[in-house]
């Protein structure tokens, strides 16, 4: 049977497109015998969107424009005959309505679902959430984890969500780790599990290039850059189909 053709859709930023292209092929070599000389590669076509376009339209909170933004490099992904379509980045799933509007045919790994699925098996109801701003204020990640029964607390004072924002554009998005940036963020984790979450959601995919589990040893964490990697290359090896992590 032939694999899908998988369509990455970066930019949003380009330091998430890189991990997620290395960690694809890193764990889809490994699960695969060998061809000719070595195991071969998934068959992957990468689009690369301009960030800052993006993340001024978010900050305008712009949202209309934000999405015809990503369709249009969905649209490439599309023409190039992608079957399946995952996008590097939690707040880029903000236009995932549409691009599925426009391309009911390419089909969405959501960031979300795959998270939540690993979120119930640990027995998780009630998750803190830190990321970008939009990410923890609108509702486009929050009802996606809502309709698997997972719930979410965000920093309550929104000066804490603009400075994990700041954070997130102008370190973390150019490969910058500060180490007062991971205190701060440590503290907000430690502050959503004293308001009752049971874990911590890294809804940010670059977040966990900063911060880790060693870092805050007794809250489990949730990486989604890696659990949204895992779950695309079991898609990719036929393990699991797409379908198989949407809400049921």
Same mark, same amino acid.
Do not use: W
């Given at each position: 049977m032939a694999r899908p053709r998988l369509g990455i859709l970066t930019g949003i930023s380009y330091i998430s497109g890189l991990d997620y292209y290395r960690g694809i092929n890193e764990k889809f070599c490994a699960a695969t015998a060998q061809g000719h000389l070595?195991?071969?590669?998934?068959? *992957? +076509?990468?689009?690369?969107?301009?960030?800052?376009?993006?993340?001024?339209?978010?900050t305008e909170k712009a949202f209309?424009?934000?999405?015809?933004?990503?369709?249009?490099? %969905?649209?490439?992904?599309?023409?190039?005959?992608?079957?399946?379509?995952?996008?590097?980045?939690?707040?880029?799933?903000?236009?995932?309505?549409?691009?599925?509007?426009?391309?009911?045919?390419l089909g969405i790994l959501h960031i979300a679902d795959c998270c939540a699925r690993q979120m119930?098996?640990?027995?998780?109801?009630? *998750?803190?959430? *830190?990321?970008?701003?939009?990410?923890?204020?609108e509702d486009y990640l929050r009802e996606r984890l809502r309709q698997h029964g997972i719930g979410t607390i965000i920093p309550e004072d929104r000066s804490e969500r603009e400075a994990l924002y700041e954070i997130i554009c102008q370190e973390l998005s150019f490969d910058i780790c500060e180490d007062a940036s991971r205190d701060r963020m440590v503290?907000?984790?430690?502050?959503?599990?004293?308001?009752?979450? @049971?874990?911590?959601l890294l809804g940010c995919t670059e977040i966990e290039l900063l911060v880790k @589990? +060693?870092?805050?040893?007794?809250?489990?964490?949730?990486?989604?850059?890696?659990?949204?990697? %895992? %779950?695309?290359? @079991?898609?990719?090896?036929?393990?699991?189909?797409? %379908?198989?992590?949407?809400?049921r």
């Open positions: 070595m195991a071969p590669n998934p068959d *992957i +076509v990468t689009v690369s969107v301009d960030c800052d376009e993006y993340v001024h339209h978010l209309d424009k934000v999405a015809a933004h990503l369709v249009a490099g %969905a649209d490439r992904l599309a023409a190039a005959g992608c079957d399946l379509l995952v996008i590097a980045s939690n707040t880029g799933h903000i236009a995932a309505p549409e691009i599925a509007a426009a391309h009911p045919g119930m098996a640990a027995g998780m109801s009630r *998750i803190g959430l *830190i990321g970008t701003q939009p990410t923890m204020e503290k907000s984790i430690r502050g959503l599990i004293a308001r009752g979450a @049971q874990g911590c @589990q +060693v870092d805050v040893p007794y809250t489990p964490l949730f990486p989604s850059a890696e659990i949204h990697i %895992a %779950a695309t290359v @079991q898609v990719l090896l036929g393990e699991r189909s797409a %379908a198989e992590f949407e809400p």
